[in-house]
DNA sequence: ACTAGACAGTTGAACCGTCAAGTGAGTGTG
DNA sequence: CACACTCACTTGACGGTTCAACTGTCTAGT
C-alpha cells in the first residue's frame, strides 16, 4: 500500500483536502502579512502589537505577566524576552506586585501607548481591507464562530 | 479624544472586533498545536511535512525550488535553509535542472518519503480531530472558501 | 561576442522563539 | 518554624527565520 492509493477515513477526501491546504494557507499567510504591514510602518511585530493593546484596555494599563501570556496566546517565556525588548525601547515597563511578589505587572507606558496610537489606523485599516470588510456580516461572524470552535478543540485535553 | 472614546469606521464595532480576535486566536494557535504534534511525534516541523508532502505528490518527487515555495508559502531564502536541513537528513536532494542551470530541483528520497509516511497517521487523525471531524460538511467547505478569500485579498496588488 | 539585466537560488548575520534549567516568593505540613 | 512544594516568572543556549547582499545562469540588445 503506497501513500497515494490509500483512501480510508484516516486520510482525507478530495474536498477536505482542498479546505484544509486553503486553511493551511490562511495560517501562514496572514499572520506573515499583517507582520509585514506592522513591521514596516510602525516597526513592530503582530504580538507586540496584540500585547500592547491589551495593556492599553485596561484602566490602569495594567497586567499580570501570566494573563498576558493567556490573551495574547505565548509561553510566558516569549512574553518575558518580548517584554524585556518593550521595556529597552520604553514602550512598557514591569514590576513585582507589591501584594504578592511571585506575580510581575506589566505596565504600558505613555511612549508605547503613543506608538500603538501610531500604529493602529493602519494597522485596523488592512484588517478591514484583508479580513472585516471582505468577508463581512454574517460570514465573518460564522468564521469567528468557527475559530472559536477550534481554538477550544486545542485547548480540550484527550490527547 | 482617548484610544478607547474614538469608535468611528476606522475602528472596529464591538461584534467585528470578537470576530476579529478569533480569528487571531486561530491562526496563532493552530499552527502552534500542528507543529506541537508533529514535532513531539515525527520530529519534523509543519513546514517540513509539508514540503515534502508537495513532494510526494508529485511523479517524479521533484519540484524546483521556486515551485516549492509557492506551494508551502515560504520564501525562498527559508525554504533554501530548510531544504539543507533535510538534506542533511537524507529526506531530500537537491540538483540544478540539467536543462537550465538556473533552476534547482528539490527531490524526496527514500528515507523521506518513510518518514512521511510514518507521520502522516497522527498529523491527519490530529488534523480531523482540530479541524475536518471538528467542523464538518458544509461549515468546513465555507471556511475553505473563506480562507481562500482572504488569502488572495493578501496577495492582491493595491496596497 | 559583449555587456546589462533579470531571474533563481544561496549565504551569513542579526534577531526571535523554544526548551530546559534555574530563581525567588508564597503556601502548607510535620 | 523549618522544609519541601508549588507557582510565576527569568535566563541562556540553541535552532530557525528574516533580511540584505551575493553568486551564478540564462536572455536580449547592440
Redesign the pocket.
Known amino acids: 500500500m503506497t501513500a497515494t492509493e490509500e483512501n480510508t477515513d484516516l486520510w482525507l477526501s478530495e474536498g477536505e483536502l482542498a479546505s484544509w491546504l486553503s486553511v493551511v494557507r490562511l495560517i501562514t499567510r496572514l499572520p506573515?502579512a499583517i507582520?509585514?504591514q506592522l513591521?514596516r510602518d510602525a516597526d513592530l511585530?503582530m504580538?507586540e502589537y496584540m500585547t500592547m493593546a491589551m495593556l492599553s484596555n485596561e484602566p490602569e494599563r495594567t497586567l499580570?505577566?501570566?494573563?498576558l501570556?493567556e490573551r495574547t496566546s505565548?509561553?510566558?517565556?516569549?512574553?518575558?524576552?518580548?517584554?524585556?525588548?518593550l521595556e529597552s525601547r520604553e514602550f512598557v515597563r514591569?514590576e513585582?506586585?507589591p501584594?504578592?511578589?511571585?506575580?510581575?505587572?506589566a505596565i504600558l507606558l505613555p511612549a508605547g501607548l503613543a506608538k500603538l496610537e501610531s500604529a493602529a489606523p493602519g494597522h485596523v485599516a488592512y484588517v478591514r481591507r484583508l479580513v472585516v470588510d471582505n468577508i463581512s456580516g454574517e460570514r465573518l461572524r460564522r468564521l469567528g464562530r468557527d475559530a472559536e470552535q477550534i481554538v477550544q478543540r486545542i485547548d480540550s485535553p484527550a490527547r
Do not use: E, I, P, Y
Open positions: 506573515w507582520d509585514t513591521q511585530s504580538v499580570r505577566m501570566s494573563d501570556a505565548t509561553s510566558l517565556s516569549r512574553l518575558s524576552h518580548l517584554v524585556k525588548r514591569r513585582s506586585d501584594a504578592d511578589g511571585r506575580f510581575t505587572n
